[in-house]
């Protein structure tokens, strides 16, 4: 059985930058103090290799838990949307199934972090829209410029989420995919959203602005949140000062043209 190759971590801190080997940090432990993992997030791959269908998974769901234990993802081939809740990771498929996630599927693409709430808040008001609810979030949020992850726990007097279908080789280009999307709507839900925001100038690794994935209480309804109208909700927000990305291994990446020249 071949053992996997140690993996390279790309640290952007809001100190400076760093290029780190994990076998190198266990060399130096006894004299480099290595840094507690909160308010960090990991991102597994980027978003601009996935919109160009790089969808093998390379990271396994144990592999996962211990990078974080909240978050938002897919699946080997694309099948369908992850969505990682109080150390429990779920898939959303696209016939509206949702189950919890074997230990030995993989990723392609997930944006995790051990959730420490440093921000927490009550709605006022309804909030009649996802535009509405952005909106909200934008004059809570904390200092410019640095991505947060966000919890939302509520009662939805509507939503709609989707998912995707399982793609198979030649992979499609991300925007080919979403085109197949299964959508659902709800109303009268309780249920909790799960997300991030990222600002633009993270773009080359993950979408800029909000990705929130619903899940509901009971673990039966979830997916990529296109839209919502909440009647109350508690918030939940963590900045995060340090993203690790874990540089995909897959053939398909290392053969990747990531050049943005004609």
């Given at each position: 059985m071949?053992?996997?190759?140690?993996?390279?971590?790309?640290?952007i801190?809001?100190?400076?930058?760093?290029?780190?080997?994990?076998?190198?940090?266990v060399?130096?432990?006894?004299?480099?103090?290595v840094?507690?993992?909160?308010?960090e997030?990991?991102q597994?791959?980027?978003?601009?290799?996935l919109?160009?269908?790089?969808?093998?998974?390379d990271?396994t769901?144990?592999?996962?838990?211990?990078?974080?234990?909240?978050?938002?993802?897919?699946?080997?081939?694309?099948?369908?949307?992850?969505?990682a809740?109080?150390?429990?990771?779920?898939?959303?498929r696209?016939?509206g199934?949702?189950?919890?996630?074997?230990?030995?599927l993989?990723t392609?693409?997930?944006?995790v972090?051990?959730?420490?709430?440093?921000?927490?808040?009550?709605?006022?008001?309804?909030?009649?829209?996802?535009?509405?609810?952005?909106a909200y979030?934008?004059?809570?949020?904390?200092?410019a410029n640095?991505?947060?992850?966000i919890?939302?726990?509520g009662?939805?007097?509507?939503?709609?989420?989707?998912?995707?279908?399982?793609?198979?080789?030649p992979?499609?280009?991300?925007?080919?995919?979403?085109?197949?999307?299964?959508?659902?709507?709800?109303?009268?839900?309780?249920g909790?959203?799960?997300?991030?925001?990222?600002?633009?100038?993270?773009?080359?690794?993950?979408?800029?602005g909000?990705?929130?994935?619903?899940i509901?209480?009971?673990?039966?309804?979830?997916?990529?949140?296109l839209?919502?109208?909440?009647d109350g909700?508690?918030?939940?927000?963590?900045p995060?000062?340090?993203?690790?990305?874990?540089?995909?291994?897959?053939a398909?990446?290392?053969a990747?043209?990531f050049?943005?020249?004609?």
């Amino acid at each position: 059985m071949l053992e996997r190759v140690p993996r390279l971590s790309i640290r952007i801190a809001s100190r400076g930058f760093l290029l780190l080997l994990p076998a190198l940090l266990v060399a130096l432990a006894g004299c480099v103090p290595v840094p507690p993992p909160e308010d960090e997030v990991t991102q597994v791959s980027t978003y601009p290799a996935l919109e160009m269908g790089l969808y093998d998974g390379d990271v396994t769901y144990a592999e996962l838990a211990q990078m974080g234990n909240f978050g938002i993802g897919t699946f080997d081939g694309m099948d369908g949307e992850m969505i990682a809740l109080d150390g429990q990771f779920y898939q959303a498929r696209s016939d509206g199934s949702v189950r919890r996630a074997d230990n030995t599927l993989e990723t392609p693409f997930a944006t995790v972090t051990f959730f420490t709430a440093e921000q927490r808040l009550q709605t006022a008001e309804p909030l009649a829209s996802y535009d509405q609810l952005k909106a909200y979030l934008a004059t809570v949020a904390p200092p410019a410029n640095r991505p947060y992850a966000i919890r939302l726990d509520g009662r939805f007097s509507y939503v709609k989420i989707r998912s995707v279908p399982r793609q198979n080789e030649p992979y499609p280009p991300l925007a080919d995919v979403v085109a197949q999307q299964a959508t659902w709507e709800w109303k009268d839900i309780r249920g909790t959203l799960v997300g991030y925001w990222f600002p633009e100038y993270l773009s080359a690794l993950n979408a800029p602005g909000y990705h929130l994935h619903f899940i509901s209480d009971d673990k039966q309804v979830a997916g990529h949140l296109l839209e919502c109208s909440l009647d109350g909700a508690t918030i939940a927000l963590e900045p995060l000062d340090r993203v690790t990305l874990q540089i995909p291994q897959t053939a398909a990446f290392a053969a990747a043209d990531f050049s943005t020249e004609p």
